[in-house]
């Protein structure tokens, strides 16, 4: 039987630090995905395997490195498209399988989209709000 498992963060950190920055960011409404989507998707990314390892069960972590790797990249072909910049390594490599027999294959992902905007420049970032319906929602965004 699955029980809940609840995590609470409270952080004071002073107003015109980076760690401001990103908490008045989670804080607003005009976030892509709702804060606890956002903060999730971070926090796993970074430590999903680490916390898988940590655990006395044994679970086999690639799979899960693999996932937290391919979002990190991803998350990295965006930020650098941002700047107008290429990757320098190309696009994001994906592991594929074309049926369950076989080892996984890179493949390249589709090239993103790269904006000509100069660093000095605003960055122009999308700021649409979350609707009220799918803020209550918890499972309409899986990363995973």
Request: hydrophobic share 40%.
């Amino acid at each position: 039987m699955f029980s809940d498992v609840e995590f609470r963060l409270r952080s004071r950190v002073k107003a015109d630090s980076s760690e401001a920055v990103v908490i008045k960011y989670l804080n607003s409404k005009n976030t892509l995905y709702p804060a606890r989507d956002m903060a999730m998707i971070a926090i796993s990314s970074y430590w999903l395997p680490l916390a898988y390892q940590a655990m006395d069960q044994s679970v086999d972590l690639e799979p899960h490195i693999r996932a937290c790797l391919y979002r990190l990249q991803l998350h990295s072909s965006y930020l650098m498209g941002l700047l107008g910049e290429i990757p320098s390594q190309g696009t994001p490599m994906i592991a594929v399988a074309s049926n369950q027999s076989q080892p996984l294959q890179l493949i390249q992902s589709s090239p993103l989209p790269i904006s000509k905007t100069s660093v000095k420049e605003p960055l122009q970032i999308a700021r649409t709000p979350v609707p009220e319906e799918l803020e209550s929602e918890t499972d309409w965004l899986n990363p995973f």
